[in-house]
């Protein structure tokens, strides 16, 4: 199952900044928060990753809460082009050091003009 | 041209038939992954590689079997086709370094008659 929990759906305003939820309440010490995205039934695209601070790159910020039990993606300027699938994963540590990637049903993000 | 890419992008065969899909990667990258998402599923691993001679299971993989030729190619067989294998297939790959940071092909839709 997957570990975070994220709202099904969520709307937008064109131009306005996009705040994505993501509760993951019981991460363990050394596990990542994956943000990836799906358009159309297109590939998952990456976004950004974090472990404990705030990160930013072109696409987006990520947030994460200084318990590490939730984190928020920032869309600072939303287009029509990010309405897509929002992923927040946080891998799972197996047979050692390896980690895999547990997939939810994300957050449908509609973004309107 | 893509990084990842998969043949084909769609393909009907009927029950009980072998089916072949491929992956090619341009990305040099060590580990390879097969996904399929069906609706209201999410995501969820078939497949993975961590190289050439490195296979292992993943969460569903009865029904399937796969074939790394090479560092680049990471194929998916479906032994013997029945209709709720019907979904969309994911290739993706990744950096040794960097687990969790995947990239995907576009996805091949396979539907079983």
């Known amino acids: 199952d997957a570990k975070t929990t994220q709202p099904t759906s969520m709307d937008c305003a064109e131009g306005r900044a996009a705040n994505l939820p993501c509760n993951h309440s019981?991460?363990?010490?050394?596990?990542?928060v994956y943000w990836y995205r799906q358009i159309h039934s297109q590939g998952p695209q990456y976004i950004i990753h974090?472990?404990?601070?705030?990160e930013t790159n072109e696409m987006a910020s990520l947030i994460i809460t200084e318990d590490r039990k939730s984190s928020t993606l920032i869309l600072p300027h939303a287009t029509l082009r990010d309405t897509a699938v929002y992923y927040c994963?946080?891998?799972?540590?197996?047979?050692?050091?390896?980690?895999?990637?547990?997939w939810g049903l994300g957050t449908s993000l509609a973004v309107n003009p | 041209d893509a990084d990842v890419t998969q043949t084909p992008r769609n393909r009907i065969t009927k029950t009980g038939k072998r089916i072949m899909l491929e992956c090619s990667q341009t990305?040099?990258?060590?580990?390879m992954y097969w996904y399929r998402q069906d609706p209201g599923l999410g995501l969820r691993l078939i497949y993975y590689?961590?190289?050439?001679?490195?296979?292992n299971k993943g969460e569903i993989s009865d029904g399937y079997s796969v074939s790394r030729q090479a560092q680049a190619k990471f194929s998916l067989s479906l032994e013997s086709a029945i209709p709720n294998q019907t979904a969309l297939y994911f290739c993706?790959?990744?950096?040794?370094?960097?687990?969790?940071?995947?990239?995907f092909g576009p996805g091949t839709r396979l539907l079983v008659l």
């Open positions: 993706a790959t990744s950096d040794r370094g960097a687990g969790e940071t995947q990239y």
């Open positions: 990305k040099g990258h060590d580990r």
């Open positions: 590689s961590f190289d050439v001679k490195d296979i």
């Open positions: 019981t991460i363990s010490g050394n596990e990542y």
């Open positions: 974090g472990l404990k601070n705030n």
């Open positions: 994963i946080v891998s799972v540590t197996y047979a050692g050091n390896n980690r895999k990637l547990i």
